[in-house]
């Protein structure tokens, strides 16, 4: 009896303790659960109303759309916020030299084509990819670009490293050296859509990875 007593006791502790491991706010979870969009990046994009349009404005624009409807690309997706912040400043910049605003429409496309695809490489990449301690080195699906990703994870309760993972997007700017770099991060990663995987950066990040004034304040 006392043997059966012990057996209940440690199948319910099991329990508990397996319930308490699943909890799904990030006190437990090593890595973000991965995602599936049932179409492709670019429907993706359009089915977010609101959070990518300034995106979508560009890709149109540049010729990308076709990109990010077939094959197997990765997307560091910047939000509408991420152009929103870079306009301002342009255009505050801009005021002070009694110059005429700039918007994404009538900028100069060949700027906006080399900075919109440092976000877009030429495989598609998970964070697992970029598990690797000075991450990985990607080549950007226009102009074989080098940008850096590496693997990043949250301390969880008790737990370090043991939180939700994401990834930090650099832009080298040519260099092997990382204090050199621009560094980004993310706010969600490994959405796997029909055409590759989208990784959504930070809404504070400013698009253009400190190009955007200098490359259209002319």
């Given at each position: 009896?006392?043997?059966?007593?012990?057996?209940?006791?440690?199948?319910?502790?099991?329990?508990?303790?397996i319930f308490a491991c699943g909890k799904d706010d990030g006190d437990y979870t090593s890595v973000n659960a991965q995602q599936?969009?049932?179409?492709?990046?670019?429907?993706?994009?359009k089915s977010n109303t609101g959070?990518?349009?300034?995106?979508?404005?560009?890709?149109?624009?540049?010729?990308?759309?076709?990109?990010?409807?077939?094959?197997?690309?990765t997307l560091f997706a910047p939000t509408n916020a991420s152009f929103r912040f870079v306009l301002e400043n342009l255009n505050?910049?801009?005021?002070?030299?009694?110059?005429?605003?700039?918007?994404?429409?009538?900028?100069d496309s060949a700027q906006l084509d080399t900075m919109l695809t440092r976000y877009v490489l030429a495989k598609a990449y998970n964070t697992e990819d970029m598990n690797y301690a000075d991450g990985i080195e990607f080549t950007t699906v226009?102009?074989?670009?080098?940008?850096?990703?590496?693997?990043?994870?949250t301390n969880a309760e008790g737990f370090v490293g043991g939180g939700p993972s994401y990834a930090e997007y650099s832009d080298t700017k040519g260099s092997k050296y990382n204090r050199d770099w621009v560094i980004t991060s993310t706010q969600s990663v490994?959405?796997?859509?029909?055409?590759?995987i989208v990784h959504v950066l930070r809404d504070d990040h400013a698009f253009g990875f400190e190009e955007f004034i200098p490359r259209l304040n002319k």
């Open positions: 009896m006392v043997m059966l007593k012990q057996l209940y006791f440690w199948v319910f502790a099991t329990a508990i303790f599936v969009y049932p179409g492709s990046t670019y429907e993706y994009l959070r990518f349009d300034s995106l979508l404005l560009l890709v149109d624009r540049l010729k990308l759309t076709d990109t990010l409807k077939t094959g197997q690309y505050a910049v801009r005021k002070a030299k009694n110059l005429p605003p700039v918007y994404l429409r009538q900028a226009r102009y074989q670009y080098v940008m850096n990703g590496r693997r990043r994870t490994n959405l796997v859509t029909t055409t590759g």
